[in-house]
């Protein structure tokens, strides 16, 4: 599975911004798909994951109500909507998939197979 992450930008602080993760090479059916950053001298940190069946979706607690993770099917895409968005926000995302991940394991990044480029979030104050 490869993995393209887009819909990284600049925006002001209190703005928005839909990232979205495209798989090629096969569907993302059976595999869950997180989505992780990075920020400058910081360790990687998970944001959220939707789970490959159910479409379950978990947070990192401090940004649950502002990202929203939603598959779309059709599209074979999984996306990334960020709102209120804070400086502290900035960071390089990336999305990752995996399958039989379990529901404790979502939020470590070694439980992912395939990994997106990552694309890059600048959120100013």
């Known amino acids: 599975v490869q993995l393209q992450a887009s819909g990284g930008g600049l925006v002001q602080a209190g703005g928005s911004l839909r990232l979205s993760c495209a798989a090629s090479g096969r569907t993302f059916s059976g595999y869950s798909v997180g989505w992780f950053r990075q920020a400058p001298g910081k360790e990687r940190e998970f944001v959220g994951a939707?789970?490959?069946?159910?479409?379950?979706?978990v947070y990192q607690d401090s940004l649950k109500g502002r990202f929203t993770i939603s598959r779309d099917a059709s599209k074979n895409t999984v996306s990334l909507q960020m709102n209120s968005l804070k400086p502290e926000d900035t960071a390089v995302y990336y999305c990752?998939?995996?399958?039989?991940?379990?529901?404790?394991?979502?939020?470590?990044?070694?439980?992912?197979?395939?990994w997106g480029q990552g694309t890059q979030v600048t959120v100013s104050s």
């Open positions: 939707i789970r490959a069946t159910g479409g379950t979706t």
């Open positions: 990752a998939a995996g399958s039989r991940i379990i529901y404790s394991a979502l939020g470590v990044p070694s439980s992912y197979d395939y």
